[in-house]
C-alpha cells in the first residue's frame, strides 16, 4: 500500500501588483503550494476559508485596505489569529516595523526581495509554526491527563474520607445515617451565608465543597473512645464525659497525623482538622476543648455545630425519645448567642425546612 505524500504547505500572497505576485510565486517554486489575493478584502475572504493558509505573505501598501489593516482583522478574528504573517513593503523605516510587530506580523521583509533571505524566513516560520502546533497538541494531551488524574485524586480522596468516618459511625450503633445527614446540613447552611456579603469570600464554591466532603470526619476521633464510655445504654458520669470529650483531641491528632505524611497541608485536612476539634465549642466560651468564644471559633465548626446538635435531637437513643422537627428547631433558634453563632442561627431560620427534609430522605430506616 503506498503511503500518501506530505502535503505542502500552503502560502497566501498578498499585493496588488501582478508582477510582483509573478516574482514570489516563481521563487516559491515547487516547495509550496501558493494562493493569491490582488486586495486586502480578498485576502481576508482566502484566509477565512478552510483549509487555512499555513503562512501569509502580506504587502503593506495597497489600496482601499493596506496590509495593516489587513493583518489587524486577521488576529482579531480566532480562526485567523493562528496563522503567521510577513509583511513584504518598500516602507523601511523604523516606526513601520515597528507596527507590523504591534499588529502581530512574525517578520517585516523589505523589497526588493532577496531570494535566500525570503526563502530562509519562509522555511524558519513554517518551521516554528509546525513547533508551536505540536507544543499545542501535547499541552491539550497533558491538560487532559492532568484532569483525569484530578479527578482520579478526588474521587480517591472522598472514597477515603467515607471510610475513615463510616469507621467511627460502625463503632457507635446510634448514629446511623448521622454523618450523612450533617453533611448535607452543613452545606444548607454554608450556601445561605455564602448569599450575605460578610460570608461571601469565606465561602465560595470550592470551600464549601470541602465543608461538605469533610463534615462527616467530626467524630473521628471517637475510634479512640473505650466501648464502655462510647456503647454505654445511659447517661455517662462525669468521669466518663471527660474522657468522651477527648474525641475532639483524638481527632484532630489523627488528621494532624495524616497532614504531616504530605509535603504541604491540602485544605479539605485543614478544615477536617477545625470541624473535628471544635465542633463541641459554644458561641459564649462554655463549650470544649479550649472553650473559645465567638468568632475564635472556626466558621466550619460554628456550622457544624447547629448541624451535630440538630441531628442528635431529632434523633432517637436508648437514653432518649427522638425530639420533633418543630421542637429541635426551637432549642437551636433559643441557642442563638449562647450555644450557637447567631448568624448561623438566622441562617438556620431560613433552611430548616431542608433540614426536615435531609431528615427523612436519610431516615434511620432507608
Not at 442528635?312 to 421542637?327: F, N, P
Request: net charge negative; charged share 30%.
Amino acid at each position: 500500500m503506498e503511503q500518501a505524500l506530505p502535503t505542502k504547505p500552503t502560502i497566501l500572497v498578498v499585493d496588488d501588483t501582478p508582477d510582483n505576485i509573478t516574482v514570489l510565486c516563481a521563487l516559491l517554486g515547487d516547495l509550496y503550494r501558493n494562493k493569491i489575493a490582488t486586495s486586502g478584502e480578498r485576502a481576508l475572504k482566502i484566509a477565512r476559508t478552510e483549509p487555512h493558509p499555513d503562512l501569509i505573505l502580506l504587502d503593506i501598501m495597497m489600496p482601499e485596505m493596506d496590509g495593516y489593516e489587513v493583518c489587524r482583522r486577521l488576529k482579531a478574528d480566532p480562526a485567523t489569529r493562528h496563522i503567521p504573517v510577513i509583511f513584504l513593503t518598500a516602507k523601511t523605516q523604523e516606526g513601520d516595523e515597528t507596527k507590523g510587530f504591534e499588529l502581530g506580523a512574525v517578520d517585516y521583509i523589505a523589497k526588493p526581495v532577496v531570494p535566500p533571505v525570503l526563502m530562509a524566513r519562509v522555511h524558519t516560520h513554517l518551521a516554528l509554526r509546525d513547533a508551536r502546533k505540536v507544543l499545542e497538541q501535547q499541552n491539550e494531551v497533558l491538560e487532559e491527563q492532568v484532569e483525569a488524574r484530578t479527578r482520579q485524586l478526588a474521587a480517591l480522596q472522598d472514597a477515603i474520607i467515607i471510610a475513615m468516618a463510616s469507621l467511627a459511625e460502625t463503632r457507635d450503633n446510634d448514629t446511623g445515617h448521622h454523618i450523612r445527614r450533617t453533611q448535607h446540613y452543613v452545606r444548607e447552611l454554608a450556601l445561605c451565608l455564602q448569599k450575605q456579603e460578610k460570608y461571601r469570600a469565606a465561602l465560595p464554591d470550592e470551600t464549601i465543597g470541602i465543608l461538605y466532603k469533610t463534615a462527616p470526619l467530626h467524630d473521628i476521633g471517637k475510634v479512640g473512645v473505650p466501648d464502655r464510655i462510647l456503647l454505654k445504654p445511659g447517661r455517662l458520669t462525669l468521669e466518663e464525659f471527660e474522657e468522651m470529650k477527648r474525641h475532639t483531641l483524638y481527632g484532630r491528632d489523627a488528621i494532624i497525623a495524616a497532614e504531616k505524611s504530605m509535603e504541604a497541608p491540602e485544605s479539605f485536612l485543614l478544615t477536617a482538622r477545625d470541624i473535628a476539634y471544635s465542633h463541641h465549642e459554644k458561641w459564649d466560651g462554655s463549650g470544649y476543648p479550649e472553650g473559645l468564644v465567638g468568632e475564635a471559633i472556626p466558621l466550619s465548626a460554628r456550622l457544624m455545630a447547629i448541624a451535630d446538635v440538630y441531628d442528635a435531637l431529632i434523633t432517637k437513643r436508648i437514653y432518649k425519645d427522638a425530639m420533633s422537627h418543630e421542637d429541635a428547631a426551637k432549642t437551636i433558634e433559643s441557642g442563638s448567642g449562647t450555644h450557637f453563632d447567631p448568624d448561623v442561627v438566622a441562617a438556620f431560620s431560613m433552611v430548616k425546612g431542608s433540614f426536615s427534609a435531609i431528615a427523612e430522605q436519610f431516615s434511620e430506616g432507608e
